[in-house]
């Protein structure tokens, strides 16, 4: 049976391995190649966060009745996220490697944290309280982070 776990936290290696290589562009100087990277990292992370924020956290909020608590969280870290992205989308055009190093940093620290709290604690209890309906839900993300790549 496919469950969120079984989803979603491959999806987080793939973007992390999306950032990387945008980061080691950067560090090269080889701003095409880095440009072209981060587009596509910032593509699929986006689309993770939309999937989430769009499939995931509603149907978890309404199957616990909890509307202020993991999910609130998680929203508002991935609105920073979003913000550091188009501070690296920004600095990747520019060409400017101390602004893109600097929102690659912090965005890495803070993906790391909020990564390690979706798949220990929010994913579990996802896949826990959406327990009728977790196949159909992580079907559905499933087709909507491939329909990215």
Not at 102 to 129: F, R
Request: charged share 20%.
């Amino acid at each position: 049976m496919l469950d969120i776990r079984e989803v979603l936290p491959p999806h987080h290696k793939h973007c992390d391995e999306l950032f990387s290589a945008a980061e080691a562009a950067a560090q090269q100087g080889d701003w095409a190649a880095c440009v072209a990277a981060q587009t596509r990292f910032a593509a699929e992370l986006l689309a993770h966060l939309d999937a989430e924020e769009a499939l995931l956290f509603p149907a978890f909020e309404e199957a616990t009745g909890m509307t202020q608590g993991p999910t609130r969280v998680m929203r508002m870290e991935h609105e920073q996220m979003r913000g550091l992205t188009e501070q690296m989308n920004q600095a990747a055009t520019a060409q400017d490697a101390e602004t893109f190093a600097g929102a690659a940093e912090t965005l890495l620290i803070l993906m790391q944290q909020h990564n390690m709290k979706e798949e220990n604690i929010l994913y579990p209890m996802c896949d826990q309280a959406l327990a009728g309906q977790v196949e159909t839900l992580a079907a559905e993300l499933q087709q909507r982070l491939a329909a990215v790549a």
